[in-house]
């Protein structure tokens, strides 16, 4: 079977597959390193100049598919591994949280939730279909439980490793660790931890403690796509990418020590904390959760959407 036309099978037989999730979600950069290699392939030289837009139709998506697979299969590159945005994930609600809303917000509110409601069991069919929720056999796909993203045995997986990673990268915040962070963040969010620990006092010594949970970490939105589209299946792992919403509602603490050890900021008090991070995994690439970014109540997202 030729890729194109496996890749025609795949952008017909599940909606996580089609065209449009390809140039919505990933990268011009892509294409373009996969024109590159095609247009190499067939006039056997470099090509100095290649166009770096995405494709706007399926024909030529299929075509940019065609050539990444041909690339995945010749080289050691992992071409699915590219960045991708932030999908359609957002805080639900039955009202709007925007300062003097207008029943114009309230009724966008109360319609994407249950619109959000509706894509978190088609993505949660989807990854039980792959049997990919961590620590947890999926016996049928055919279950209630797709209906439950917020609770339920099939999130407990997602919310532990999203715990082990809250904490973790909150410890590596407080302690200045730049290498826990760049493996443990991503995207907007690594950018912006990373300028806020680069730009404080060295000399200054944080601390920060986890007192506790006010409740479980909480999933609120969840997507997920096929993101390894290659020929063979991925050596370990799913195909899937996925990302969560999830609330975190601690109590916690941060005290700022200068060089003489005098707290200088901070308390040792436990103060409530409700954050609402976005984390992302790969199925086939080897490592923890990360977080990717962060949303807020007060504001509106445009986000990217999987058709």
């Not at 390193?33 to 067939?42: E, I, N």
């Not at 995945?72 to 991708?84: E, L, R, S």
């Not at 999926?138 to 490793?161: C, H, L």
Request: charged letters at 25%; one cysteine or more; a positive charge.
């Amino acid at each position: 079977m030729s890729s194109l036309r496996f890749a025609s099978l795949v952008l017909s037989s599940s909606s996580r597959c089609r065209a449009s999730t390809l140039r919505d979600t990933v990268r011009p950069s892509l294409y373009a390193l996969a024109r590159d290699f095609q247009h190499s392939a067939v006039n056997h030289r470099t090509v100095s100049k290649v166009q770096t837009k995405p494709p706007t139709n399926d024909e030529e998506t299929l075509k940019a598919l065609d050539a990444l697979q041909a690339l995945a299969h010749k080289t050691n590159i992992d071409v699915w591994n590219q960045p991708i945005d932030t999908l359609d994930l957002i805080i639900p609600s039955w009202h709007s949280k925007r300062s003097q809303a207008s029943i114009v917000d309230h009724c966008k509110a109360f319609f994407q939730s249950q619109l959000n409601w509706m894509r978190n069991a088609q993505s949660m069919f989807l990854i039980a279909k792959e049997n990919a929720f961590p620590g947890i056999q999926v016996k049928s796909r055919w279950s209630p439980q797709i209906f439950r993203a917020k609770k339920g045995p099939w999130m407990d997986g997602i919310g532990r490793e999203a715990s082990e990673a809250y904490t973790v990268v909150n410890k590596a915040v407080a302690a200045g660790d730049i290498k826990t962070l760049r493996k443990h963040t991503s995207d907007s969010y690594k950018d912006t931890i990373l300028k806020r620990v680069q730009a404080r006092d060295k000399n200054h010594l944080h601390i920060w403690k986890l007192h506790g949970q006010n409740a479980p970490p909480q999933v609120l939105s969840i997507r997920s796509f096929v993101g390894h589209m290659g020929i063979k299946d991925p050596l370990q792992g799913h195909r899937l990418v996925i990302q969560a919403l999830v609330k975190f509602d601690t109590n916690q603490s941060l005290q700022v020590f200068n060089c003489r050890g005098k707290v200088i900021g901070g308390s040792d008090e436990p103060k409530r904390v409700v954050e609402y991070l976005v984390l992302q995994k790969r199925g086939w690439v080897p490592g923890p959760w990360i977080i990717r970014d962060q949303l807020y109540e007060s504001l509106d997202t445009k986000l990217i959407r999987i058709q």
